[in-house]
């Protein structure tokens, strides 16, 4: 593959040619750019790990390079501005809640899949979620996703929100159905939200056509370093024409960032962005070839690719249908030198790179269709759960004073914590919600042992 797109990297531009002017460096951080700093271990990063320096620019009132660099990613990802995050999408996921708490709206409608540090967020910015739950795929023990027409119902009942926000893909790699609640949104004259931090490559598949922005989503939050060669950390916040500013979502990052980014971070999101537009497209479109055939090659085990839309270069396999657990297949897995992303009872989730090779997929194959298949079990049904009823929003129930218990004593407490076991997957109580006898007993099951509740 050739490297030529490293010349096309603003940002890298200005930090590689201030290393390699070897300045005598006094200035955080504090290795001073020793690559033989920590025995060695961490290579050549130091050299490029700068702060705010004249040349180098600074993220939140950026104007020099870390612009350029974030114009030249807008300009690939079809974004009015896009802005570099070395917080995870965690930052992104704040600065969009941020942006949209200015008005007197405080509530959110939100799809119940979101991440903890939306949930976190919410509280902070002290804003009040609207719980929209998923409807379960038939066929499959996957959590879901939410649907437009349950969004318009949420909409329509609360009579006013600040925003949308949901989580597309999830960690399993389902898609929602992100243009018809663009749809919904719009109608309201509301901006819908996009958790897609396990997206930011549907940027480089069938055109980009399947990435939230392209599907009419507001801001979306792309953590990327989950997806493309990014170092961890390093997240894009995408914003769509005619909603925000830069300006303001500088400022709304600004509030939770930390003052001393990570330039490395920043450094590979640039060089990142520039890979893509050059080899981003042919090389999803050969992982995609290779996630096929190896679903292909799995079909004879009965371990299909999971229904609905889906990213098509996540690998999910069910193998409770291979009578396994998610635990069992992972220690399997890792014995034949395969470390996956994730499992939970049933289910396995690998996460394949364009960077992984015919050999690694030989590999990876050989190692899956050796599963100790047991007897056959049909596809389990997502299991249904109870809604708790919010006493109080979540940023009063993070403020309250509260109490650990052991969870069969939390019952008729309200929570002052969020709990999202994998499965299911989405959270089973939220700051702020009561614990009911039946939902203690099925936080229980979940392997949930404690609880912090509100003294
Ligand atoms: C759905 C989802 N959203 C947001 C995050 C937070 O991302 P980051 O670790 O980049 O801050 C995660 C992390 O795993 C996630 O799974």
Redesign the pocket.
């Known amino acids: 593959m050739s490297s030529a797109f490293i010349s096309d990297a603003p940002l890298y531009a200005a930090v590689r040619a201030y290393a390699d002017a070897h300045p005598l460096r006094l200035h955080t951080p504090g290795h001073a750019g020793h690559t033989d700093a920590l025995g060695g271990v961490l290579g050549a990063l130091p050299a490029l790990d700068v702060t705010e320096l004249p040349g180098t620019d600074s993220l939140f009132e950026a104007d020099g390079p870390i612009r350029a660099a974030e114009e030249k990613a807008a300009g690939a990802f079809g974004a009015a501005h896009t802005l570099f995050s070395a917080g995870?999408?965690?930052l992104c996921?704040q600065a969009m809640l941020r942006l949209v708490s200015r008005g007197k709206e405080r509530r959110v409608v939100l799809a119940r899949g979101a991440?903890r540090?939306a949930i976190h967020a919410l509280a902070l910015l002290d804003l009040e979620p609207v719980w929209v739950w998923p409807e379960p795929l038939p066929g499959s023990a996957l959590p879901g996703v939410v649907s437009p027409r349950a969004v318009e119902r949420a909409l329509d009942i609360c009579g006013g929100a600040a925003a949308v926000y949901v989580?597309s893909p999830?960690?399993y790699g389902t898609l929602a159905d992100i243009a018809g609640l663009a749809a919904v949104c719009r109608e309201h004259g509301v901006p819908l939200l996009v958790?897609g931090?396990?997206g930011t490559h549907l940027h480089y598949l069938d055109g980009g056509a399947r990435h939230p922005l392209a599907q009419g989503a507001a801001l979306v939050c792309d953590?990327a370093?989950?997806t493309l060669p990014v170092l961890t950390?390093g997240?894009y916040l995408q914003i769509a024409g005619g909603w925000f500013s830069r300006g303001e979502a500088k400022d709304a990052m600004a509030l939770f960032g930390s003052s001393s980014p990570s330039y490395p971070i920043l450094l590979s999101l640039d060089l990142a962005r520039a890979w893509g537009e050059q080899h981003g497209a042919p090389a999803f479109a050969a992982l995609r070839v290779r996630v096929d055939a190896l679903y292909g090659r799995l079909a004879p085990l009965g371990l299909p690719p999971p229904p609905g839309p889906r990213d098509p270069v996540r690998i999910t396999l069910d193998v409770g249908r291979i009578g396994l657990s998610g635990a069992e297949a992972a220690m399997w897995l890792r014995a034949q030198g395969v470390s996956i992303e994730m499992h939970d009872d049933r289910h396995i989730v690998l996460l394949p790179s364009p960077l992984h090779g015919d050999a690694d997929f030989a590999a990876l194959g050989d190692a899956l269709v050796s599963f100790p298949v047991k007897d056959a079990v049909p596809a389990a049904a997502a299991p249904a759960l109870e809604h708790p009823s919010a006493v109080m929003t979540p940023g009063s129930a993070l403020r309250a004073p509260c109490e650990r218990l052991p969870v069969e004593q939390a019952a008729g407490r309200v929570a002052a914590e969020g709990c999202s076991p994998c499965p299911p997957g989405i959270p089973l109580v939220c700051p702020g919600e009561r614990v009911s006898a039946s939902l203690a007993k099925t936080l229980k099951t979940y392997g949930v042992n404690h609880l912090h509740v509100i003294k």
């Open positions: 995870g999408a965690t996921i991440h540090s989580t999830d960690y958790d931090a396990h953590s370093h989950k950390g997240a």
